[in-house]
């Protein structure tokens, strides 16, 4: 073994991926390069799952919207906001007009009537009063608001709680001032109602 060290020096000066390695109760052995491919470090810790991009969510598809009750025919009128089309009590939408004992009630009921004569009047339905009155948006053949109209006429007042406010812009100058009753209804001011209901009495009695 002695005799053969100085040739296995002189093949590690030459081949310098080769070593010589002294290995207890054999002698000394030649170490060469690694055969086949590198082997991956081993990871120290806990091995870690590799990252998944997240699949793109779907946009929530919207609900379809329910088709819109429909109610057509010719109107008879009972008041300044009150019609009755194929026997379907209805209140105009947004609007409060004088009752037919107020003043200006039998104004508004005529103006409504004029409006309505001979036409076909178109409702959709929006939902229903404290009455039980089913609550519709009415129009004209052409496509008037028949809820426009009345307010634009000076003989309805727009009602914010139930429009939003929808048909203020049309009021008159002096709605207001002419419509005080149905003014002081949407204010919840109903001991003015209550008075002047009294004195209607008292002038009747």
Not at 145 to 167: I, T
């Amino acid at each position: 073994m002695e005799v053969f060290l100085p040739l296995w020096i002189a093949i590690c000066f030459t081949v310098p991926a080769i070593r010589v390695r002294r290995v207890p109760r054999i002698g000394y052995v030649l170490v060469g390069p690694p055969v086949g491919p590198p082997r991956p470090p081993v990871p120290h810790g806990p091995a870690r799952r590799p990252l998944v991009p997240p699949r793109p969510s779907r946009p929530p598809v919207a609900a379809p919207r329910p088709a819109p009750i429909i109610i057509q025919g010719p109107a008879y009128v009972t008041d300044g906001d009150g019609l009755i089309i194929r026997k379907a009590n209805i209140r105009l939408f947004g609007i409060d007009a004088p009752e037919q004992n107020h003043p200006y009630g039998i104004r508004a009921k005529r103006t409504l009537m004029w409006l309505c004569k001979g036409q076909h009047i178109r409702a959709e339905v929006t939902g229903k009063d404290h009455f039980g009155r089913t609550v519709a948006i009415c129009s004209l053949p052409d496509g008037r608001d028949l809820s426009a109209e009345m307010v634009k006429c000076g003989l309805a007042l727009d009602w914010p709680k139930f429009s939003g406010g929808r048909y203020r812009y049309l009021e008159t100058p002096d709605a207001r001032r002419k419509l005080w009753l149905a003014d002081a209804r949407q204010k919840g001011r109903m001991d003015v109602w209550a008075r002047f209901e009294a004195q209607q009495a008292a002038r009747r009695a």
